[in-house]
């Protein structure tokens, strides 16, 4: 079976203001109040939270690699007892993976979330059930962009690893399925959509309307 294996933030949900909320949520016990702003910054959220909180501190002149990793725990503790406040899916994303299925393919997940994380939010909105497999950044020892956990995610979705695509939103995205030998689709409506194009992925996503069409250019048909 070929298999399409999607990313999750900021590929088939916009989760950006939950994951600042968070990140505001421990400057605020820094003292240094609200850091981080929506829309602007949510480029950065969606490269996670360490990055959230880098940016925050760099801002505030407070740059400590030693107060990252402690307030990471506080961030991630935020971010689940608000994980679904403003978070939505991006329009037509589950009609594709909808047609995907009807079309014969396995669909998966593979994000650099936490598995824990990722499986709250997708149950939280009601679509869990609709993916074969979640693999998340402690599922193996190995996060993207290693080649692995999409490999074990195509496996996991019923299919051949070397038959998958990737759909991301990351120069990450683009690494893992290049490492892995496999097409990858960057999505162009994330906040870092007009950067996608210079990564040179094998396809461009602007609407999910078009994804099975592209997905079956670059891999066929079961």
């Known amino acids: 079976m070929r298999t399409v ?3 999750l933030d900021g590929t088939l949900a916009d989760t950006s203001g939950d994951l600042l909320a968070a990140a505001n949520h421990c400057f605020r016990q820094m003292g240094l ?4 702003h929506h829309p602007q910054d949510a480029g950065t959220a969606l490269r996670g939270g360490r990055a959230m909180l880098t940016l925050g501190l760099e801002r505030a002149g ?10 990471y725990p ?7 007892a608000e994980i679904d406040t403003h978070t939505v899916m991006y329009p037509g994303a589950m009609e594709a993976v909808a047609a995907l299925k009807e079309a014969g393919y396995g669909v ?5 979330k936490p598995e824990g994380l990722a499986e709250l939010l997708l149950t939280r909105l009601g679509v869990r059930n609709d993916f074969a497999c979640l693999v998340g950044a402690d599922t193996l020892p190995l996060r993207k962009p290693d080649p692995a956990p999409l490999l074990e995610a195509a496996r996991r ?6 038959q998958c695509v990737l759909i991301g939103d990351t120069i990450t995205d683009r690494k893992t399925a290049q490492n892995a030998g496999v097409p990858s689709i960057l999505v162009t409506f994330g906040p870092a959509g007009e950067d996608m ?10 609407d999910y309307a078009d994804l099975v ?9 079961n």
């Open 62 to 71: 407070r740059l400590d690699e030693a107060t990252i990793e402690a307030y």
């Open 213 to 221: 069409e592209i997905v079956e250019a670059l891999i066929g048909r």
């Open 33 to 36: 109040g609200d850091m981080l």
């Open 197 to 206: 194009a210079a990564l040179k992925p094998d396809a461009l996503l602007d």
């Open 5 to 7: 294996i999607f990313d």
């Open 74 to 80: 506080v961030l991630l503790e935020a971010y689940r």
């Open 157 to 162: 979705a019923g299919g051949t690893p070397e």
């Open 108 to 112: 998966g997940i593979c994000t650099n």
